[in-house]
């Protein structure tokens, strides 16, 4: 499963001749450019990714355990608690950043909270070449 972080227009990384043209998108949704270069699609339609956003670490005393730790998100302050301790995935004594928030390309894909699914992967270009992605919410996992 990759990361997503949802965006309805992606760049190439890999830009075609200026001047050159699609082709054709062969059915594995590559794009073919009549100066011969191939882009390979960053996403396949039906394939299911991890949602990244802004989020951090926050944490609050229990009466039963030293510390519950749990993954606040930044788009709505919401703040879920695993299942299993957060601390198997980080040393807890080395956490001097608490409380602050952390980019969406450091979200691991255990505190991921959202999934899509891509409908479709098509190169457009809007003064450069991209891909045009379509997705909807998926419930999958």
Request: glycine content about 8%; charged content about 25%.
């Amino acid at each position: 499963m990759k990361p997503f972080i949802p965006k309805e227009w992606v760049r190439m990384r890999k830009q075609p001749d200026p001047t050159a043209i699609l082709d054709h998108v062969d059915q594995f949704g590559t794009a073919v450019f009549t100066d011969g270069k191939c882009v390979y699609a960053p996403y396949s339609p039906g394939e299911v990714c991890w949602v990244r956003e802004g989020w951090g670490i926050t944490g609050h005393p229990d009466p039963y355990a030293d510390t519950i730790y749990g993954v606040q998100y930044k788009s709505d302050g919401a703040v879920l608690y695993p299942y299993y301790p957060i601390e198997s995935h980080f040393d807890v004594a080395d956490w001097s950043d608490i409380g602050k928030w952390r980019s969406p390309v450091t979200m691991p894909q255990w505190a991921s909270r959202r999934h899509v699914r891509i409908l479709s992967c098509v190169p457009e270009q809007r003064g450069e070449w991209g891909w045009r992605i379509e997705w909807e919410k998926s419930n999958a996992l």
